[in-house]
């Protein structure tokens, strides 16, 4: 590799003497090749170019091809830019939590430092920052956060919005929040510098008194003085004009990308089953094309952890010349050390076959893709704002996903893409996905801003306004939640407890009312139960086997008590083996006790993470985690009680209506309710395949409702 490339440094460190050290000349050629590679990305050729354009505009937009290097590179021009001087932070925010922990690993690696010291994390309950960092990446829920306690981001000089094509609703709140907190700090430096009313222009352009819009918050601290704020939205839509705009006419940069192309294969007939032609596809490349890794898009863990287990059953079939294939998975929850699985290189001889959801469409750039498995689908987000009904569903993908998803095989080199659907139904395709804000549940968004201070919603400065019926049915919600006074504003405490908690308002209710209801120790297991996909998992090959073992948690009052079961279990088997201490150990011991049990360990883990903190926040709220003991009804009271909104009542063939919607529902097969069907259950997840189905379920008594949400369920009756 070539000597003479390398950066200062990089020689002054080579001077240890790393011939007698292994690990040293294996850390050295690691080294030297993450410089070579990143002199190689096309970004690294205009750095003084976005370096300047930062200098002179107060926002910028960057529009690039993924794998650009946009994401790693930018943050680390700045920072040797000198825009952390006086120990400002470069602030990234991304809208998966995966994209910020793998791309702030890399970063810290080829800066050569420890994570966490100038290159650093931190997404929902896991910080890996210090006072010492000055990249931080993360999400852009955790910027808006960070906000609640910073209204002036005043911590950082710049901040990158980055992936906003995505246009996550955290996203679209977030552009709105900056819009407002640049103008409020270019505003505190000119009034700073000029006392007299001295007609100026800020950096968006706009005129100085245009600026009195500014969110309410804004206003109350005009005495401060803060250094303005660079804002940077990074996209990898080419069409930067919707950005643009709403930032009053920013200017807009393109680097340019490098793409091989791309064979596109269509099927002939649409395929009734997308995850068994994945297998076959997977299976006829690795058997019949040349050399090269795949990436098959898939949208969650539930499926992606099913066809892993296949592609492994499968491969025991092959003749042993034919089995050097591995799978490497990778999906928000995963536990941030197998994430990184994805960038290792892959061994000679073998092939690699990743199994993601669509944060491998631009969020996350993996090297050495020549074959890419698209079958069409995302899971995503949908809200039904006259019924106040939100589901997860499992839907077509855009035509701007499908052809993110086919440039991911030509990044190296010639690729192929097989599209699992034939190419009529590409033209069907909508031309880009509409932005979640317009497809969302909106109250978390509105606790949110009424909690920054922001008081009209509707008038709100929004990139694109979701719609005014999905605003007040969700005004509405959080009135029924009690988190919001007849006036419209956050109720005290409720409101402002709720605005604390990092969860969706229905759960924070939960754990709110749970210490009323002296629950609060079951409630925060429940909660973080269900914030993970999927705890159970019931391969088709021992269907039977894995029933047994969920039996044995199972309660006959349904799912969050056997979630509870299952949660209690795994802690009562560690504290009995006194495991508390050595974490690499007691991860052992609970990965077996779960493949024994069929219970997914990276769902456990995540889960009992998410339990610890979330009990953090309540115990610093002064909240009192008591249980209930054996008083179950207690507890299921208190389930009654967090969530009437999702009541469904049995109807006289067997099937439910949901009582807040009048949705026809039935209990989704995995629940332990499936057969037994009582009169009436709370639910927590509506998910739409073929049918309607409700999903993690308890038994209630119905006339609990009227007695526990009086505001809802005597309008009723
Ligand atoms: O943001 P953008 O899509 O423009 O590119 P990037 O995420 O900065 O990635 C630039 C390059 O770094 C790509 O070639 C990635 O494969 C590589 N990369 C990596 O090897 N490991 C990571 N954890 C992240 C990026
Ligand atoms: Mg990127």
Redesign the pocket.
């Known amino acids: 590799m070539a000597q003479g490339g390398l950066s200062k440094a990089t020689e002054s460190r080579s001077n240890a003497k790393f011939s007698t050290d292994n690990r040293k000349v294996d850390a050295f050629a690691r080294k030297q090749k993450i410089a070579q590679h990143r002199r190689s ?1 096309p970004i690294a050729s205009v750095e003084k170019r976005l370096v300047d354009e930062v200098r002179k505009n107060g926002i910028l937009i960057i529009v ?1 091809e ?8 930018l943050p680390q021009f700045l920072f040797n830019a000198g825009f952390c001087r006086d120990g400002k932070l470069i602030g990234v925010t991304q809208p998966r939590r995966v994209a910020a922990v ?2 702030a ?2 970063v810290a690696e080829e800066c050569g430092v420890e994570l966490g010291q100038r290159v650093g994390y931190s997404i929902r309950f896991d910080d890996m920052t210090t006072g010492s960092t000055r990249i931080k990446y993360m999400t852009d829920g955790l910027l808006l956060r960070e906000a609640l306690l910073d209204p002036y981001l005043s911590r950082y000089s710049v901040i990158i919005v980055d992936e906003a094509h995505e246009r996550t609703v955290h996203t679209d709140v977030l552009l709105g929040l900056l819009k407002n907190v640049q103008i409020a700090r270019s505003k505190s430096v000119n009034d700073h510098l000029n006392n007299e009313n001295k007609k100026t222009k800020n950096d968006m352009g706009l005129e100085k008194e245009n600026g009195t819009q500014y969110l309410s918050f804004l206003k109350q601290d005009q005495g401060r003085k803060f250094p303005p704020l660079k804002l940077i939205i990074m996209s ?1 839509s080419l069409d930067a004009r919707v950005f643009s705009d709403y930032f009053g006419g920013a200017r807009a940069v393109h680097v340019q990308g490098r793409q091989f192309p791309v064979d596109i294969l269509y099927t002939h007939h649409p395929e009734p089953d997308y995850v068994d032609a994945s297998l076959i596809t997977i299976f006829q490349i690795h058997l019949g094309e040349g050399p090269g890794d795949v990436l098959v898009f898939l949208t969650g863990q539930e499926e992606i952890e099913s066809v892993e287990r296949l592609i492994k059953e499968r491969i025991q079939q092959l003749p042993e010349d034919n089995r050097k294939l591995m799978t490497v998975p990778i999906f928000s929850s995963l536990p941030s050390e197998q994430q990184m699985r994805v ?1 290792v290189p892959t061994p000679a001889g073998f092939r690699k076959v990743i199994l993601a959801t669509n944060i491998a469409e ?1 969020s996350v ?3 050495g893709i020549k074959y890419v498995i698209d079958p069409g689908f995302v899971k995503a987000r949908s809200y039904d704002p006259k019924k106040g009904l939100e589901s997860l569903s499992i839907v077509p993908i855009s035509k701007a996903q499908a052809l993110q998803r086919s440039g991911r095989a030509g990044r190296q080199g010639p690729g192929k893409c097989f599209r699992l659907y034939p190419e009529s139904e590409f033209e069907k395709l909508e031309d880009s996905t509409k932005p979640e804000i317009q497809r969302c549940n909106l109250s978390n968004v509105i606790l949110q801003l009424k909690a920054l201070g922001v008081e009209d919603i509707i008038g709100f400065d929004f990139i694109e306004k979701p719609s005014r019926s999905a605003i007040i049915k969700s005004l509405e919600q959080l009135f029924l939640l009690g988190a919001m006074t007849d006036e419209c504003k956050l109720s005290d405490p409720v409101g402002h407890q709720m605005a604390r908690l990092p969860l969706d308002p229905i759960y924070s209710k939960a754990l709110i009312l749970a210490s009323e209801f002296k629950c609060l120790e079951e409630m925060l297991i429940t909660v973080a139960m269900l914030s993970v996909e999927s705890i159970f998992y019931a391969p088709r090959e021992n269907l039977d086997e894995a029933r047994t073992a969920m039996n044995s948690f199972s309660s006959p009052e349904g799912d969050h008590l056997s979630l509870i079961n299952v949660f209690r279990a795994a802690s009562e088997l560690l504290e009995k083996r006194n495991l508390s201490l050595g974490k690499e150990k007691a991860d052992k011991v609970l990965r077996k006790w779960c493949k024994e049990n069929f219970i997914n360990s990276r769902s456990l883990r995540h889960a009992r993470d998410i339990h610890s903190q979330i009990q953090g926040h309540v115990e610093q709220m002064g909240l009192h985690v008591s249980s209930c003991g054996d008083d179950m009804l207690q507890f299921r009271r208190c389930l009654a009680a967090s969530f009437f909104l999702n009541a469904a009542l049995k109807q006289p063939e067997g099937t439910y209506r949901a009582l807040a919607s009048g949705q026809v529902v039935q209990i989704h097969p995995s629940s332990m309710l499936f057969r037994a069907k009582p009169d009436c259950v709370i639910y927590n997840e509506l998910i739409e395949t073929t049918h309607k189905y409700i999903r993690n379920v308890t038994r209630i008594d119905y006339l609990w409702l009227s007695e526990l949400a009086p505001q809802f369920y005597t309008l009723q009756s």
């Open positions: 990305l690039g993924t794998g650009s290097g946009k994401t790693t590179q793998t791309v690993k890399r990898a960038f631009t750039t993996i090297p």
